[in-house]
C-alpha cells in the first residue's frame, strides 16, 4: 500500500487502469510511503480501497479472500 494515496492521486492516475499506471505510482510516490500488510493465518485487516495498493502472489498455497462493499 501507499500511504496518502487515497488523499494525494494526481488525475493522470485515476484515468487509466491500474494495471498500466502501476510503474508509472511506484515511481510518483516515494519509497518511504510504500508499506506491506501482513499477518499470520487467520489474519483479517481493512483497507481504503481508494488508496494505491498491490496483492502479492500466494507463495506456497492458496489464499482466502472476503471482500464487503458499502457505499
Known amino acids: 500500500m501507499i500511504r496518502t494515496s ?17 510503474m508509472e505510482v511506484d515511481s510518483y510516490y516515494p519509497t518511504k510511503l510504500h508499506f506491506e500488510v501482513r ?16 496483492v502479492n502472489p500466494p507463495i506456497s498455497q492458496d489464499r482466502l479472500t472476503l471482500q464487503i462493499r458499502y457505499y
Request: glycine share 12%.
Open 6 to 22: 487515497h488523499r494525494n492521486k494526481p488525475l493522470k492516475f485515476m484515468l487509466k487502469s491500474a494495471r498500466t499506471a502501476g
Open 39 to 54: 499477518g499470520p493465518k487467520g489474519s483479517g485487516f481493512a483497507e481504503d480501497l481508494y488508496s494505491f495498493h498491490k
